[in-house]
């Protein structure tokens, strides 16, 4: 295929700088993006007069075969073509003739490739907050089913003090919430279209570049022609919000490998979700988790191959910029492979909620109600922490609970115990009283399940 910038050289280069020059395997995803904002392009120039109205329409006409044509199959794109935007040139002008050459009017692919790759991430942006919102629909239905079900709350990861399952699965809908909102600000400020750019110093041509944003529903065209074609920070931001989908995703697969191990007992993942082991019958692997926490260092990696790849050139394009796009596509696909996996994982996971409460007893997790229980009676809490951390060491040494230590014992420690004790360090009641804004009643559990369902309009 001849190479749209042949005339200054031959357009013979060696066959391996060819190979490695070639974008085509990546960038060619993008060819609806391209032919799209090619038609718009084309109406543009029709309609402001740089082109015939009768080549507008050819060239629209051609544009809109070729996309049928490879929706369809009928058309294959062709491995070898330098790149998706010379592949659909070229096609166009064998097809339609001297109108397809006029297509590049008073653009580049400078600023062509910059609004295909604002145009697809924009969908990909979409398509991923929808993916996230499905999960944060998933974990509220679950902490909805299990807002009473106590369960230890870790601090270090040791028992810290009681909370309850549906509080602890909203705390990661909470974080899904502002990742939705981190891709939804990073879409806004990538609302402007690099097309009319040029190469970098614009065109002498009278385009329209406001009705040419319009028709691809951008709100503006960008203010400067060099950073249009220059700048990929809408790229990096983007990456950096998938980045901290993954951290969550990644964090919460390392408590669901926590919660179905066989020393905590808490959840029991499906058999959809697991793998067996090759030699060990008894193993019922959660991979599927452990995939997604393994997975999240290669977004770490795009974000940082995207952040390198900026960092040291010079305005405005430079060929250094093709790497953005392999980078951002990995991390896109890498975020919703793991989301359409991880919502149905969770959905179907089976909670052990007799565990939850077993484990919820042992660890003296009520011994902060316990010194406020003191505190009550009118010791200064400082004193009653105190009292309390050798109440613990005493139970430690015994074998027992707080709330198996006789009350006889209590008196002994102080006269300040009384029958009303042992209503106060009950689990649960530890558990409910907590009635501030944002704890883990079931009244503050649905509370925030119906905010986090007004904020994403579940």
């Known amino acids: ?10 357009g013979n280069i060696d066959p391996a700088a060819e190979s490695y020059n070639r974008s085509i395997a990546f960038d060619s995803r993008m060819w609806r993006e391209d032919i799209e904002a090619s038609i718009a392009h084309a109406e543009m120039l029709a309609k402001q007069g740089i082109i015939p109205h009768e080549a507008g329409e050819t ?7 070729i996309f049928s044509d490879i929706e369809t199959g009928k058309l294959t794109i062709d491995p070898e073509a330098e790149d998706i935007h010379s592949f659909v040139e070229a096609e166009l002008t064998r097809r339609v003739g001297e109108a397809g050459k ?14 295909d790759l604002r145009l697809y991430l924009r969908s990909e942006g979409i398509a991923t907050a929808a993916l996230i919102k499905d999960l944060a629909r998933t974990l509220c239905e679950k902490a909805a089913e299990e807002k009473s079900t106590v369960m230890p709350g870790y601090t270090h990861l040791q028992r810290a003090q009681p909370i309850t399952f549906g509080h602890h699965l909203m705390a990661y809908a909470m974080m899904l919430t502002r990742d939705i909102g981190r891709i939804s600000d990073a879409l806004s400020r990538m609302d402007e279209t690099p097309i009319g750019s040029c ?8 385009t329209d570049r406001y009705y040419e944003a319009g028709l691809l529903d951008f709100s503006a065209p960008c203010r400067n022609s060099l950073d249009g074609v220059s700048d990929r920070d809408f790229a990096v931001e983007l990456c950096s919000a998938l980045a901290l989908v993954m951290t969550h995703l990644s964090r919460f697969s390392e408590e669901v490998i926590l919660w179905s191990s066989w020393e905590f007992r808490f959840a029991s993942l499906s058999d959809a979700y697991s793998t067996g082991s090759s030699i060990m019958p008894q193993k019922k692997n ?11 260092g290669r977004v770490y990696g795009d974000l940082m191959a995207l952040l390198t790849m900026l960092k040291g050139i010079p305005l405005a394009y430079n060929k250094d910029m093709q790497e953005d796009k392999e980078a951002i596509f990995d991390a896109f696909d890498t975020v919703k492979a793991a989301l359409r996996v991880f919502a149905p994982m969770i959905a179907t996971m089976r909670v052990n909620r007799e565990n939850m409460r077993r484990a919820a007893e042992k660890g003296f997790i009520n011994a902060t109600d316990l010194a406020d229980y003191l505190v009550g009676k009118g010791m200064p809490f400082r004193t009653a922490y105190k009292l309390v951390g050798e109440i613990v060491s005493l139970c430690s040494e015994k074998g027992l609970t707080l709330e198996e230590l006789s009350l006889d014992e209590y008196k002994k420690l102080s006269p300040l115990f009384s029958e009303d004790l042992y209503p106060a360090i009950d689990i649960e009641a530890c558990c409910f009283k907590r009635t501030s804004l944002g704890g883990p009643t079931p009244e503050s559990v649905e509370a925030q399940i119906e905010y986090v369902k007004e904020k994403l309009g579940l």
């Open 59 to 65: 060239i629209r006409l051609g544009l809109s075969e």
């Open 286 to 296: 959660p991979d599927m988790a452990e995939l997604t926490r393994g997975k999240t």
């Open 1 to 10: 295929m001849a190479k749209l910038w042949t005339g200054r050289t031959s």
């Open 199 to 206: 190469a970098l110093a614009g065109t002498t041509y009278d």
């Open 102 to 115: 006029m297509l590049h009017t008073a653009r580049s692919r400078n600023d062509q490739v910059a609004q």
